[in-house]
């Protein structure tokens, strides 16, 4: 049983992706560029994070972004 102010590595990384998308002005370019991934990994990763646990608001503004409205 784990404790309840401990994350899990998925929340972990799904939390600094968000993170470093906002400071980013959500350009996957400069966020793959900071994290030191490829943009097609940085996909991937939102998506398969998607899956795993919803995002809420953020998830309404990845899609947002991924389809150029604001």
């Known amino acids: 049983m784990r ?4 994350k899990t590595l998925d929340e972990i ?3 600094h992706i968000l ?5 980013s002005g ?3 370019n400069k966020a793959s560029s900071i994290l030191n991934v490829s943009v097609s990994y ?3 990763e939102l998506r398969s994070l998607k899956e795993t646990k919803n ?3 953020s998830k309404k503004t990845i899609t947002k972004k991924q389809h150029g409205t604001d």
């Open 3 to 6: 404790d309840r102010n401990t």
């Open 13 to 15: 990384k799904r939390e």
């Open 19 to 23: 993170k470093v998308l906002d400071a």
């Open 26 to 28: 959500w350009d996957f």
């Open 42 to 44: 940085l996909k991937k």
């Open 55 to 57: 995002l809420g608001k």
